[in-house]
């Protein structure tokens, strides 16, 4: 079988990652070249990747491959979790994870189910909503602030910076680094503050446990901040995103929809098929420690960088016998969390809080339709909604 000759251009804002250039790719072979390396496009070379060893993060290098190579951004980015590799990687992770285990996140579910019907209540008399202002942003905000310890009052602004800051996964990074770099500054200083707070007046909340973990020797100043922070933006800025992927997956799919409303058990496995279908990360990085022979003519040198395409890995007709969505069926493992060490910190919590919205939203809104195209990021880099209206049948506020 020859190489594929495919070139995905992945920096280009107009590309996307779900449509038929990528497809046909992938029924070419499970790779092409890309603006930014190579990619593999099927399910079991992408699950193989993920969990070999020859590889690494290749996240800390993504500034750079924009043309970023100094600033608050470009520092900031080559110490968050994500870029961190090895000891350090494990250390900070061990840390942070007693506050993102399952246990941990159970006895909030009444809390999401709670704000999920305040935050519809305010809508629903009226028949129609920004879904991302007015849900979408708010509800992923509010648990944020719940689960790390800041005040819920604040979530607008804090929202802001993390909206602001999430550019810094899109692949309008460069010309969106000014704003990037304002989120970066005065999250910085937000989090400090509450630290501050924390250090004098410490609490039962995660930065009190983090400023704890601090004066023990466990993390420095700088690590806390640089952890905050990000904490901050990617709790918030990835939720959002994914409830209006999914809001735009299942009206797409209006008996599913009607379905999740009458079945809210079904909540669990509808965020895993949205995530399979519709994932805001596009792509995972990973980088080659060593030259390595993936076979099929896909030869890498150490430093190669390679993505793994989410979308085109789950929905690849090789893994499962019929790759259609469906939230009554469990397809393979989808890639929307990342894999291996690296596997996403908040998995749980972004399950837990989607899996209790998508029902009520479905239970109250039943016969809810797009109103309008909105407004998208490019479906490249991290994706999901900036406005996304909708429209349904009025209905009244919860007794």
């Not at 309008?172 to 004098?200: H, S, W």
């Not at 098929?273 to 080659?288: F, G, K, L, Y």
């Not at 150490?302 to 690849?316: M, R, Y």
Request: charged share 25%.
């Amino acid at each position: 079988m020859s190489a594929p000759t495919r070139f995905l251009d992945l920096a280009d804002p107009r590309f996307d990652v779900t449509g038929p250039a990528v497809i046909d790719a992938r029924e070419e072979g499970f790779w092409a070249r890309t603006s930014y390396g190579y990619a593999v496009l099927r399910h079991a070379e992408v699950t193989a990747l993920l969990k070999d060893r020859r590889f690494r993060q290749g996240n800390a290098r993504w500034p750079a491959q924009n043309g970023i190579h100094s600033g608050m951004f470009s520092d900031w980015w080559q110490r968050v979790l994500l870029s961190l590799e090895g000891e350090e990687h494990l250390r900070v992770r061990r840390l942070l994870n007693p506050a993102f285990k399952q246990g941990a996140l159970t006895p909030m579910v009444p809390g999401f189910t709670a704000l999920a019907h305040e935050l519809v209540d305010g809508f629903c008399e009226r028949g129609s909503v920004e879904f991302i202002s007015e849900f979408a942003e708010p509800y992923a905000s509010r648990i944020l602030c719940r689960l790390v310890g800041l005040p819920e009052s604040e979530w607008l602004q804090v929202a802001h910076w993390a909206d602001d800051l999430g550019k810094s996964f899109g692949v309008r990074v460069k010309e969106d680094l000014p704003r990037i770099e304002a989120a970066l500054d005065g999250l910085y200083g937000y989090c400090d503050e509450v630290v501050r707070d924390r250090t004098t007046h410490p609490r039962d909340d995660m930065v009190s446990d983090l400023v704890r973990h601090q004066q023990e020797g466990k993390l420095s100043a700088e690590e806390l901040s640089v952890a905050l922070v990000f904490l901050v933006f990617a709790g918030m800025e990835t939720t959002r995103n994914q409830l209006g992927l999914a809001l735009q997956t299942l009206l797409a799919h209006p008996d599913q929809w009607r379905l999740l409303g009458e079945q809210p058990e079904l909540g669990r496995n509808a965020v895993e098929e949205v995530m399979r279908v519709n994932p805001t990360v596009t792509w995972i990085t990973r980088e080659a420690l060593q030259d390595v022979d993936l076979g099929d003519g896909l030869v890498l040198r150490e430093g190669d960088i390679v993505q793994v395409l989410s979308h085109s890995a789950g929905t690849d007709p090789r893994a499962q016998p019929d790759p259609a969505f469906d939230i009554r069926v469990e397809h393979p493992m989808h890639m929307g969390f990342g894999g291996g060490v690296h596997h996403c910190l908040g998995h749980w919590v972004a399950r837990m809080d989607m899996s209790v919205a998508l029902p009520v939203l479905a239970a109250r809104m039943p016969d809810a339709r797009p109103d309008g195209p909105g407004e998208w990021l490019p479906v490249s880099g991290n994706t999901g909604a900036i406005r996304y209206p909708i429209a349904f049948t009025p209905t009244a506020r919860r007794g």
